[in-house]
């Protein structure tokens, strides 16, 4: 099965599992209407004050979001001509400071993979984050060692090669590439914006094995990751049961060799001055995911044709697991000083995943994962679509659905603006603001529908009102 294939299966059984949660006895539980706010107080004359409908509420609602959100001026990535963006262009975005001011990370979700709107606004906010607040590192939703890679020669090559060596290919796109080109030219000052990655899956080859100075030992790496990857979309567990020591066997050899080629590496990747390190980790992850990872992704192949999921949530929750330990290496031995920004889809950032009823993703993922001490310093922002279209991870297009009477993406549209920022973080329920408090309908991909309650899912939100399709680069 190829890559394309699976992702538009995978895509097929969301909505496949949602139309069944919708249909098969948790419609209440999953659409949630917006619950009616009681008022017991008596006035001095014992007579009690009617409560509101769900009219009145949701209007209360919406006057309190006109009152309370705040409005980008922008999503456009700023132009980085010397050495510096004038801070007098992040003016919209300086509401920001006082929320962040204490956190190491800051989490940058997304509903989907495919809007050309959220590359863009998650650029501009980076730069204002890495120039304005000091958030030096950029942690991607991809493979540890492809950023890097990518990370190592950056100062060697293209902005858009660099684009395309480090993140998976849903963000290969002419809006993402401006982060990029602005990630390049940092290199050059004293505060460079340093590229990482978490993910623990396979993203093709990482190296070319060239620093090795062994030809046979860097052509059998190569055919072992190009092996792995068809094992991992194949459904023959005793075949690769039986492949599974001599590809485990490369790796190791391989491994073995970063202390002997420490001047090679470093030659190779003169701009990751932690390349032993990554390296090692690298191929300790590869050496999991053979050991690991494979047979369970085999054993999802095998039953998803039976209709079957189980074994595909297993993948999930141990590629998010995987995750969420490399995250957490980053923070602690390899950037112990410095503060993150976190690029990922929502769904691995919300910080209760497993309450989101109406996700075909409704697991214990990283967010969910992530160490007390690290929630209270992180603020997670969810992004949202109230129109549009959007693609998926097969570059398919879909029309976002309107947004539900009630749901997050109605009452933040109320601004009737653009970009709406909400800060949920730091509120008090109290009648202009419980719809946050309670269980609220949003779309995920623009056309799944979840319910969840958004206090308990992310720190703020960010909606944009019309979104397209990237403009991708092949």
Request: net charge negative; aromatic share 10%; hydrophobic share 35%.
């Amino acid at each position: 099965m190829t890559k394309g294939k699976r992702n538009k299966m995978l895509l097929s059984l969301s909505i496949a599992l949602t139309s069944f949660i919708a249909f098969n006895g948790n419609a209440n539980a999953a659409v949630a209407a917006p619950k009616i706010a009681e008022q017991t107080s008596l006035e001095q004359g014992s007579e009690v004050k009617q409560a509101r409908t769900s009219n009145e509420a949701l209007q209360d609602w919406k006057n309190w979001v006109n009152d309370h959100a705040y409005s980008l001026n922008s999503i456009q990535p700023e132009s980085f001509e010397s050495t510096k963006i004038a801070s007098s262009k992040f003016e919209d975005l300086e509401m920001l400071k006082p929320l962040l001011h204490d956190k190491r990370i800051v989490f940058l979700g997304e509903s989907s993979h495919g809007v050309a709107e959220f590359s863009l606004a998650k650029t501009r906010i980076i730069q204002f984050l890495h120039q304005e607040m000091g958030y030096n590192v950029l942690a991607f939703e991809s493979g540890m060692g492809n950023v890097m890679n990518a990370q190592g020669k950056i100062d060697k090559q293209s902005a858009q090669q660099t684009m395309k060596d480090g993140i998976f290919g849903v963000w290969w796109s002419k809006e993402t590439l401006p982060l990029f080109e602005y990630t390049k030219k940092t290199q050059s000052t004293e505060q460079p914006l340093m590229l990482a990655g978490f993910d623990i899956q396979q993203q093709g080859a990482f190296t070319d094995g060239g620093w090795l100075e062994n030809n046979q030992l860097a052509k059998q790496f190569s055919e072992v990751e190009n092996q792995l990857v068809d094992w991992t979309y194949s459904k023959d567990l005793k075949g690769y049961q039986k492949a599974k020591p001599s590809i485990i066997d490369v790796y190791k050899q391989v491994k073995s060799q970063i202390p002997l080629k420490e001047k090679e590496l470093k030659a190779a990747y003169p701009s990751e001055p932690h390349i032993t390190k990554l390296m090692e980790r690298t191929l300790t992850d590869r050496i999991r995911l053979a050991e690991e990872y494979v047979e369970l992704s085999i054993q999802s192949n095998i039953d998803i044709e039976q209709n079957k999921y189980d074994s595909f949530f297993k993948t999930m929750e141990w590629r998010d697991q995987g995750m969420l330990e490399n995250l957490l290496w980053l923070a602690e031995e390899i950037y112990p000083t410095e503060k993150f920004i976190v690029w990922a889809h929502n769904d691995h950032i919300r910080k209760a995943q497993s309450e989101v009823m109406g996700s075909p993703y409704a697991l214990n993922l990283m967010g969910e994962r992530l160490p007390d001490i690290y929630k209270k310093y992180s603020y997670v922002l969810g992004l949202y679509m109230a129109s549009g279209e959007n693609a998926s991870n097969a570059r398919e297009t879909w029309s976002v659905l309107p947004p539900v009477k009630g749901s997050t993406e109605d009452i933040l549209s109320s601004m009737k603006k653009p970009y709406t920022f909400i800060d949920l973080r730091n509120r008090q329920n109290e009648r202009g603001n419980s719809w946050m408090f309670e269980p609220r309908i949003s779309y995920s991909w623009g056309v799944m529908q979840e319910s969840f309650v958004p206090r308990d899912q992310f720190d703020g939100i960010l909606l944009i009102d019309k979104v397209r399709v990237p403009n991708y680069i092949e």
